[in-house]
């Protein structure tokens, strides 16, 4: 299946999802973010897969747009 390039879903469906950098880094989606100072930047805000820390790690979302994403079912969430 392919998704056209004029498809849109809220940011919020994208929450928990898992995303893989190129060097196989996992991350889940926490939320999303808007610097106030740079409101055209969307800043996802992510917090490590296999670690217990809640250290958040942000970026923006230009900068993973060859990461990696497997979208979550709804029970997933982040403790």
């Known amino acids: 299946m ?3 390039k ?3 879903i809220r940011l919020e469906t994208l929450n928990h999802a898992l995303i893989t950098n190129p060097n196989g880094v996992e991350l889940r989606i926490s ?3 808007v610097d106030v100072q740079n409101i055209h930047e969307i800043l996802v805000v992510c ?3 296999d670690g217990l820390g ?3 790690i ?3 979302w230009d900068s993973i747009q ?3 994403i497997q979208l979550q ?3 997933y969430r982040i403790c």
């Open 66 to 68: 060859d990461w990696s």
């Open 47 to 49: 917090h490590e897969e």
């Open 31 to 33: 939320h999303w973010a």
């Open 6 to 8: 004029n498809s849109q």
């Open 58 to 60: 942000t970026f923006t």
């Open 54 to 56: 809640m250290d958040e």
């Open 2 to 4: 392919q998704l056209l």
């Open 73 to 75: 079912t709804e029970g």
